[in-house]
């Protein structure tokens, strides 16, 4: 089993800074840059071996005359050069671009980038948000790739999204509600879902959906196989893009309002527009979708 584990830095990362120097000597600043280490240790009673991987750094010192903000990323890209480190970045990642604005730093990747899920993602933004962020001009980041927002963590990054005061580092627990059809009607299942550091909770508990009931008396929400393609906010506005998969069988508007039911319970009054492969649902099962679905809540 890989379990994610992320070192507290946030003391180490505030007081570390500057190298030493005497009286008159021409400064030389180092900044502590995050890589990844991991470590194999026996976990469990089956004797069997886990993968913990941590994030931890070693200083480095800027050229003279470089922008620290540049010299960092292009750092962080290039990899660690102690031993027992390792960089988080899949090979071929680059940097295409960079802009800073009010504090934020909008960080555009190459394709490479995007091909990261699940734990190893959360430590390649984890490398990026607590090395940059060391800066005093810096407080948080945003990260594309390849000129678009990422699909599933389109949101802007600070330290505090990675540094847990206790639990699991890196991971929370979350209660929630999934709702499939049952006959004619909607069936309420509770689920406990595990949620990495900057995991958005409202894509989770689609995926779940997706993923089936796993009460016999509920059925499936949507046909096996669906996939979602991206989850887009705007305010009280979600559009929710599916596979093609989704279409096969009958048009049972059920579907429709399980997707809408569940992102209920975590988006209040939210309405849901639907596309699948990227190009809207006007219609279906009857139902008309141009302004979106939602949970209608009767008066107090």
Not at 27 to 36: G, I, K, L, N, R
Request: overall charge negative.
């Amino acid at each position: 089993m890989k379990r994610l584990m992320i070192l507290m830095l946030a003391l180490a990362l505030l007081c570390a800074g500057c190298g030493e120097r005497g009286h008159g000597e021409v400064e030389t600043e180092e900044y502590p840059v995050c890589f990844v280490t991991r470590e194999e240790t026996a976990e469990g009673g089956d004797g069997g071996i886990a993968s913990k991987s941590v994030v931890d750094w070693e200083y480095h010192a800027l050229p003279p005359g470089q922008r620290a903000l540049d010299g960092l990323i292009r750092t962080l890209l290039a990899g660690p050069e102690g031993e027992g480190l390792a960089s988080p970045f899949p090979r071929g990642t680059s940097l295409r671009g960079w802009r800073q604005e009010n504090g934020v730093v909008t960080l555009d990747l190459s394709e490479a980038y995007g091909g990261l899920s699940g734990v190893e993602l959360t430590l390649a933004d984890a490398c990026i948000v607590l090395t940059l962020c060391r800066l005093e001009d810096v407080e948080a980041v945003y990260l594309t790739v390849d000129g678009r927002p990422r699909p599933f963590r389109d949101q802007v990054l600070t330290p505090a999204d990675f540094l847990l005061e206790e639990g699991e580092p890196g991971e929370r627990e979350v209660e929630a509600a999934l709702w499939f059809p049952a006959g004619e009607e909607l069936g309420r299942e509770e689920r406990t879902l595990r949620l990495a550091a900057g995991d958005r909770i409202e894509v989770a508990l689609l995926q779940e959906l997706l993923s089936g009931p796993e009460s016999g008396e509920l059925d499936r929400a949507c046909p096996e196989g669906t996939v979602l393609r991206s989850l887009s906010l705007d305010g009280d506005r979600a559009v929710v893009n599916l596979s093609a998969r989704f279409l096969e069988g009958e048009e049972a508007p059920l579907r429709l309002w399980a997707v809408v039911q569940t992102l209920e319970g975590v988006i209040p009054g939210v309405r849901v527009q639907f596309q699948v492969e990227g190009l809207a649902l006007e219609e279906y099962g009857g139902v008309k979708l141009g302004q979106g679905l939602k949970v209608e809540r009767e008066e107090q």
